[in-house]
C-alpha cells in the first residue's frame, strides 16, 4: 500500500508540472501584456490656453466633473474602434478653466507627436458630426458630447490608446460610431482661438 | 509490481496527450511569417487581391494589410515608430518628403529609395439611382453637376488627397470649359465660409478654412472614399469625385473626364500645376499645408525597420508586376517603373 501511494502521489505530482508548463499558452497570442500605463505618464500633463493659461496635472483631470458615456469611432477606411464606456471631461468644462469659448471660436487639440485637430464651437456642442450605427449606414446623431477621456473601460487609457488622454465622441446611446480623426491621441495642449 | 506499471504507463499517457494538444504553443516550426504592410486607403481592393494571391503562392507567410490614408501610412513608421515591412501610397512625392530623413542615431534614413508602381485618375462616379443619370456624358457633367437639386460628394480635403485633388479638378475644369467660376458653382460656393480663390500669375491657390464645412446640400463632405461610396450606393448623393480604380472596382458607372484635368496624364503636369490647394491648418507638424497640383503616381518602399525586407522585397515585385497588367480596381500600369533613390 505505501507503494501505491507513493505511485499516486507521483502521478499526482506529474500531471501538477505539466498544467504548470503549459499555462503559458492560455494567455494573449502574443505572450506580453499591454500595460495600464505608460511609465512615461508620470510627466504627463495637459497645458489650456485661453485668455489665461493653466496647466493640469492627470490628477487635477480627474478632480473635475466627470462625463461616461459611450464612444465608438471608425478610421477613413472603415476600422472601426470600440465600442468603449468612456469617462473624461468635457472639453467645455476645461476650456471654461481658461476663460471659455464664444460662439464663433476655435479649440485647436494638439499631440506631442504633431497631430493637431480643430473644433468649432459648434462641435463642442456636439453639433455637426456625422454618427453612423455599427453597420455603418449613417443615422440621425443623438446628443453628443465631446470629452478628454482618461478612463476607458473603467481603467486608465493606455498608451496604444491614445493615454493618458485623448479626445473622444461620446453619446448616451450605444452603438453610435463616429469618425476618428477628431478622437485626437496623447493630447497635451488645447488652445482657444478666438475669432 | 502491475500497480506501478500501469500508474507510469497512465503518467506517460497524460504527459503525450497534453504535449500533442499543446503542441502549437512553442511557437517554433509552423507560424507563418507576418508581413505587415501599410497601405493608402485607394488600394484596400487590390492590395487585398494581392494579399491573397501572394499568401497562395507563399504558403508561409501571413499577409497584413492596414490601410490609412497615405500621409498616416507614413508617420506609422515615421512618427509612431511602429513596426512594418512595406509601405504603399497614393502619392509618390510623401516618400522622400517625408521618408528620406534619418530614422535614428546611426544615420540610417527611414528609406532611401521608392518604386512608382501605378498610376490612376480623377472621374466622376456615379449609380443608375443618381439624379440625371441617363443624361450625363463626359461632355456635360460639369453642367449636370452643377444643376439644382443635385448633391455631389467629396471627401475631406484635410484628410484624403482625393478630396484635395477634387477642388484641384473642379477649378481645372474651369479653364478647360471657358466657364467662369465654374469651381464656385460646383464646389466652392458651398461651403461656410465659401472657399477663397486667389490667382497670382498662371497659379491659382484654393484656401481652406480650419473646418471644412457644407453650407447647403449641394456638397456632401465625408472623411473618407468609404463613407461616400456608401452614401453613393444607397442614394444619399448622386455623384462622388473619386479615383477611377475605386469606381471600377466597386463596379460603380463613372464618368471620364479630360486628361488636361483628370490628374492621370503626365503630359499635363504642367496644367495640373497651375492648381494648388492650402489646407485649413498643419494637421502633421512633418508635413505642410500646400498640396499642388500634380499626376497622381502611386508609390511603394521598404522602410529601414522592416522586419522581413528580403519577403517585402518579394511582395513589392508581386504588385509592381500585376500593376502592369492593367487589372480591374487596380492602379493603371505606368511608363516608368525603375526605382527611384535619393
Given at each position: 500500500m505505501p507503494g501505491q501511494k507513493m505511485q499516486g502521489l507521483i502521478l499526482i505530482a506529474c500531471c501538477c508540472l505539466v498544467l504548470v508548463l503549459i499555462s503559458?499558452?492560455?494567455?494573449?497570442?502574443?505572450?506580453k501584456s499591454i500595460p495600464s500605463a505608460d511609465p512615461a505618464f508620470g510627466n504627463w500633463d495637459l497645458t489650456l490656453n485661453g485668455t489665461t493659461q493653466k496647466v493640469l496635472t492627470r490628477s487635477d483631470l480627474e478632480t473635475l466633473p466627470a462625463v461616461t458615456a459611450n464612444g465608438y469611432a471608425v478610421s477613413t477606411t472603415g476600422i472601426r474602434f470600440g465600442p468603449y464606456t468612456c469617462k473624461g471631461v468635457d472639453l467645455r468644462d476645461l476650456t471654461a478653466l481658461v476663460g471659455g469659448i464664444g460662439e464663433k471660436d476655435q479649440i485647436w487639440v494638439y499631440a506631442p507627436d504633431g497631430y493637431l485637430w480643430v473644433f468649432d464651437a459648434g462641435q463642442l456642442n456636439g453639433k455637426g458630426f456625422v454618427t453612423f450605427n455599427e453597420s455603418l449606414r449613417e443615422v440621425p446623431s443623438p446628443p453628443l458630447k465631446v470629452i478628454l477621456m482618461y478612463e476607458q473601460d473603467g481603467k486608465p487609457v493606455t498608451y496604444n490608446d491614445g493615454g493618458p488622454a485623448r479626445v473622444a465622441i461620446v453619446s448616451d446611446s450605444p452603438g453610435i460610431v463616429t469618425e476618428g480623426s477628431a478622437w485626437v491621441k496623447w493630447v497635451d495642449r488645447i488652445e482657444v482661438h478666438k475669432k | 509490481m502491475k500497480v506501478i506499471s500501469v500508474s507510469w504507463v497512465l503518467v506517460l499517457a497524460i504527459i503525450a496527450v497534453l504535449f500533442v494538444l499543446t503542441a502549437g504553443c512553442t511557437g517554433t516550426g509552423k507560424e507563418k511569417v507576418p508581413l505587415r504592410v501599410y497601405c493608402a486607403g485607394s488600394l484596400i481592393i487590390p492590395f487585398g487581391e494581392a494579399e491573397k494571391e501572394f499568401e497562395a503562392l507563399h504558403p508561409g507567410v501571413d499577409v497584413q494589410l492596414e490601410p490609412h490614408g497615405s500621409i498616416q501610412v507614413i508617420r506609422q513608421i515615421t512618427d509612431l515608430h511602429r513596426p512594418g515591412d512595406v509601405v504603399a501610397v497614393a502619392d509618390e512625392s510623401l516618400i522622400p518628403d517625408l521618408m528620406y530623413r534619418r530614422a535614428g542615431v546611426d544615420g540610417t534614413n527611414y528609406t532611401d529609395w521608392y518604386l512608382p508602381f501605378g498610376g490612376n485618375e480623377m472621374v466622376i462616379a456615379f449609380t443608375n439611382?443618381?439624379?440625371?443619370a441617363s443624361e450625363i456624358t463626359e461632355d456635360n457633367w460639369y453642367e449636370v453637376l452643377s444643376r439644382p437639386g443635385v448633391k455631389v460628394g467629396l471627401s475631406n480635403p484635410m484628410l484624403d488627397a482625393a478630396g484635395y485633388r477634387a477642388l484641384i479638378v473642379a477649378k481645372l475644369a474651369e479653364n478647360e470649359y471657358h466657364t467662369s467660376n465654374l469651381f464656385g458653382v460646383l464646389l466652392g460656393d458651398h461651403f461656410d465660409p465659401r472657399l477663397t480663390v486667389r490667382t497670382v500669375g498662371q497659379v491659382t491657390t484654393i484656401i481652406l478654412p480650419e473646418i471644412v464645412k457644407?453650407?447647403?446640400?449641394?456638397v456632401v463632405v465625408r472623411d473618407g472614399s468609404i463613407f461616400l461610396l456608401s452614401l453613393l450606393e444607397a442614394g444619399g448623393i448622386d455623384y462622388a469625385f473619386e479615383y477611377r480604380s475605386v469606381a471600377e472596382g466597386k463596379k460603380l458607372r463613372w464618368i471620364r473626364l479630360p486628361p488636361s484635368i483628370n490628374l492621370g496624364s503626365p503630359e499635363y503636369a504642367k496644367n495640373y500645376r497651375t492648381v494648388n490647394v492650402i489646407l485649413g491648418f498643419q494637421r502633421f507638424s512633418s508635413i505642410g499645408t500646400e498640396r499642388v497640383g500634380v499626376p497622381i503616381v502611386y508609390a511603394v518602399t521598404i522602410p529601414y525597420s522592416a522586419a522581413h525586407p528580403e519577403i517585402a522585397k518579394e511582395f513589392v515585385d508581386y504588385i509592381a508586376v500585376e500593376s502592369q497588367k492593367g487589372r480591374p480596381g487596380w492602379p493603371s500600369p505606368v511608363n516608368r517603373t525603375e526605382i527611384i533613390r535619393e
Open positions: 503559458g499558452c492560455t494567455g494573449n497570442a502574443t505572450g | 439611382k443618381s439624379r440625371y457644407p453650407s447647403d446640400d449641394h
